[in-house]
């Protein structure tokens, strides 16, 4: 029987891409899965609907939202097992360039949310005396990228983030990690080619030429790294990084 069977888990940023697969993978796995996104829609619905969990609305970056989330899914399921705080929002723009306040939107999405979904999920964790949180970062949050301060500054803060709280969190049962995806075939790459000014299949295919695996990640395999992050039969990964990225910053310069 699966590790996760009988578990609650919530699906942060899951209406499309990633989210979605994620919540598909832990609900195969036997958990009940709630998915949230930043505003309630048919395709959160639909997804709730498909997988037999629960949609949970609401904008991360703030904390009485995140409060009301944690505590909704909990309150209909009885407990909250797992977090996978999967949201972001990107824009990209020289530094110069790019809006201040549009700069700290995504900080304030990207780590200001997960850092808000942590300390609301944390007491209905302790209460069940264990946890898994699974943070999504980015290699550009390893490495950098050009035009893209504030989303490589805000998933550089969450791999520390995520390395404290697993040294914080450990003792408590509550195991945190994270997974940085290299370039993955989700939505959020017509951002990248929008940016470029270039179509989106000339997009994977530069991309791809960098990535010794020869072709971008699909968001089914970075769902893969999550189920084996969010098992309670594994418990000695705390406070790691998972690279999912073709071998791209393994064979960097």
């Not at 939107?105 to 069940?128: K, Y």
């Not at 000339?202 to 790294?225: K, N, W």
Request: glycine letters at 10%.
């Amino acid at each position: 029987m699966s590790s996760l069977q009988g578990r609650v888990a919530l699906v942060t940023g899951a209406a499309q891409g990633m989210g979605v697969a994620h919540a598909r993978r832990l609900a195969a796995a036997g958990a009940t899965v709630a998915v949230n996104d930043i505003r309630a829609s048919a395709a959160l619905d639909a997804v709730a609907a498909e997988i037999g969990g629960l949609a949970v609305p609401g904008d991360v970056s703030d904390p009485q939202t995140c409060v009301r989330i944690a505590d909704a899914v909990a309150d209909a399921t009885g407990r909250l097992d797992v977090l996978v705080a999967n949201h972001a929002y990107m824009t990209m723009a020289p530094l110069l360039e790019h809006d201040e306040a549009d700069w700290w939107r995504v900080i304030d999405t990207n780590l200001g949310g997960t850092f808000h979904l942590v300390q609301a999920v944390l007491p209905h964790m302790r209460r069940l005396g264990a946890g898994r949180i699974v943070v999504m970062s980015s290699e550009w949050g390893v490495i950098g990228w050009p035009e893209a301060t504030a989303y490589a500054a805000s998933k550089a803060g969450l791999i520390a983030l995520v390395k404290t709280l697993g040294r914080e969190l450990a003792p408590e049962g509550i195991i945190v990690n994270a997974v940085a995806p290299g370039v993955t075939d989700t939505p959020q790459l017509q951002v990248d080619a929008d940016a470029a000014g270039i179509d989106l299949a000339d997009m994977h295919q530069r991309y791809a030429q960098s990535i010794p695996l020869g072709r971008i990640g699909s968001v089914d395999e970075i769902a893969a790294a999550v189920q084996f992050l969010a098992d309670f039969d594994m418990s000695a990964v705390v406070g790691q990084v998972i690279a999912c990225n073709g071998g791209s910053t393994r064979t960097r310069a």
